[in-house]
């Protein structure tokens, strides 16, 4: 109620106010057209006709001048209209009488409340003083003036009375409409800030849990540690799933989650998920199988990441009901022309199933088809709204087959472009090796530290260290460096203002952005600094060789890698 109130006189006076502006318009208009019937009529009290036209042509153009005025120039037109036409009707007879209809539209154009209701009333009446005149006059045709006139009248009234009230209303709810998408865009903002901050200080963190974890995995420790440093690493990557589930989420609903288009290989996308959910299948005495059709090109441009991420949820959620058989991963091929092809993927399990009344309801945020699930079987509810999300933003639709008590089956199409061939093919990634070259780290936390070094000595790199960002831009202009990882969010300097500082500074070395922020705006603002690319924490082997090898040169194998038709 209380934003009725608000807005009701806003939009009363910018209605009236528009109404004004018209009306001055088709005054001026009809004030030329009394002159020109006042010249080919030539009434008896000519002076006074032409100055009752002369004064609305008048009044009416200082309405269409002067804006700021209309109010005051509209009263002004009902005084000097409210005596003069009652008058031009008892001293020319029917001639002006007939004029009464057309003008009764300019009180609801040009006035308001008291003064719109006084001058219709004179002008719908002005027809009744016709026997005053002296004249001769028919009165047959005066009845059926006077008839028509009041009727005309009446019905302007109503009808200009409807159509402001609409227009105020109108008027209302665009008023509320805006509040309402401004009140969005406040809340949007807010919770992009809430969402940068939460990932910046949970990723920190894990990538400390995760880096460390690698880092010892990679070297020679005891066979009855590794076990348990697995699984350490595994509950990071799953923590990590949640967390990428959570922000991808709110991508979706803003409409902001941008797809690559990159070459990569189907198959190896397809085993990788397996590989990982391996262990987890084997634990809990199931099959973890893949199918793929042999006819199917695999190597194809397209989002490598957005995939993997539909498949690892639908492959973990058809282990997570699995109690007994197999989970199968299948990816077959469809319609396909020279260039392009359809692929076919499907999740399959013996697990428990879903029964038919709820099987809609899955794909909804938050939402599980039994309220015992959770506290069984634990989960978000996010995993099958991101996959329906995700599918549909890569062009394709998911479907579910599901029969209680002998498993489901999740499936869906997706179009892609097929790549030219692959090269490089190899069990295994190697790892790229530098020498004689530096890199500056700038981070803040001494466990990301610790990881961030050890992963670049890893490769051949040597490493210094800077705690925040003003102290990298110190030891950056007195020593050189091929290449610098920046953090984001650091005390005394900010990483996009160190980057901008060095820029400003002449340092034309890569600067890439090592952060834990995922939000486009936060990656946006460290790329206009002046930053040549970004890693995310926790920090992925794969993603920071390929950056140094981007950035630094050499060679990296990878297990098979698509080169795209023109390149």
Known sequence: MSQQYTTAPESFGEVTSALQKAGFKILLVFSLLILAVIVIAQPQNVYVAVFFGLSWCAISVAGIIFSNYKEPLAKLWAILTIPVAPYLVISNGLMPATLVPIATIFPILLLSNGWRISAMVVLACCTFLVPLYEGD???????????????????????????????????????????????????????????????????TPLNGILGLT???????????????????????????????????????????????????????????????????????????????????NTCVVGDATRLSQVLNNLVSNAIKFTHQGSVTLGLSKGEASKTHQFVRFSVKDTGDGIDASKQERVFDAFTQANSSINRIHGGTGLGLQIVKSLVEAMGGTVYLKSVVGQGSEFYFELPFEIAGSVIGAKEQESTPSFSNLTILVAEDNDINQVVAKSLLEDTGLKVALANNGKEAVEIALKQHFDLILMDLHMPEMNGSEAALALRKANITIPIIAFTAAVVAEEIDKALASGMN?????????????????????????????CIAKGE
């Open 214 to 296: 690698d880092v010892v995995l990679s070297h020679d420790i005891s066979e009855s540690a590794r076990p348990n440093l697995e699984k350490i690493q595994r509950s990071g990557l799953s923590l990590n799933r949640i967390l990428n589930d959570i922000l991808d989420l709110s991508k979706l609903n803003a409409g902001k989650l941008a797809l690559e288009i990159i070459p990569f290989d189907l198959k190896s996308t397809a085993k990788d998920c397996v590989a990982f959910y391996a262990q987890l299948a084997q634990n809990k005495g199931i099959s973890l199988r893949i199918e793929v059709d042999k006819a199917l």
């Open 533 to 561: 690319g970004y890693l995310t924490k926790p920090v992925n082997k794969t993603e920071l060789h390929a950056v140094l090898t981007k950035h630094l040169g050499g060679e990296m194998s990878t297990e098979s890698s």
């Open 137 to 203: 006059y028919d009165k047959g045709l005066w009845l059926r003036l006077c008839v028509t006139n009041l009727v005309v009248s009446l019905l302007i009234y109503a009808l200009a009375s409807q159509l402001e009230k609409a227009l105020v209303e109108s008027k209302n709810k665009t008023l509320e409409l805006n509040r309402a998408l401004a009140s969005e865009k406040q809340a949007s903002a807010a919770q992009s800030r809430f969402l940068a901050t939460m990932s910046h200080e949970i990723r």
